[in-house]
């Protein structure tokens, strides 16, 4: 059976983003792997472990400080959260940037909200009950 894996995406900076990920949307760092030869370090994240759930990797090419342009191709990853006013105060407190406040999604009921990570990438939050 096929599935989805994980989501690459390239950092600037793997600390903060590790942070991001794991201590204000409470996934988990699953794994690390350092690869000298190709100057480059990967960060997996996620809510479970690889065999359960797609994840993210957090890709840092060593000298890359100055950071990537995210693309119009790149829409956002979604995350499904209980509360997603709470989330965001959470986000906000730790010093993440929230772009769209929680509330419904235009024409429907769902309730959504955006964050951005430290690279600029967008993250929707979905409440799931």
Request: neutral net charge; proline residues 3%; aromatic residues 10%.
């Amino acid at each position: 059976m096929s599935r989805m894996l994980h989501t690459m995406l390239r950092v600037k900076n793997l600390d903060d983003s590790v942070a991001f990920y794991t201590r204000l949307l409470g996934m988990k760092e699953l794994r690390r792997r350092e690869v000298p030869e190709g100057k480059y370090t990967l960060a997996f994240v996620g809510y479970a472990d690889e065999e359960s759930q797609a994840v993210v990797e957090l890709t840092y090419n060593w000298g890359k400080d100055a950071g990537y342009e995210v693309g119009t191709g790149f829409g956002h990853l979604a995350v499904g959260v209980p509360d997603v006013a709470a989330t965001c105060e959470s986000v906000r407190r730790g010093g993440g940037k929230v772009t769209r406040e929680a509330g419904p999604v235009k024409f429907g009921t769902t309730i959504i909200a955006f964050v951005e990570d430290p690279d600029g990438y967008k993250i929707e939050l979905v409440q799931r009950g």
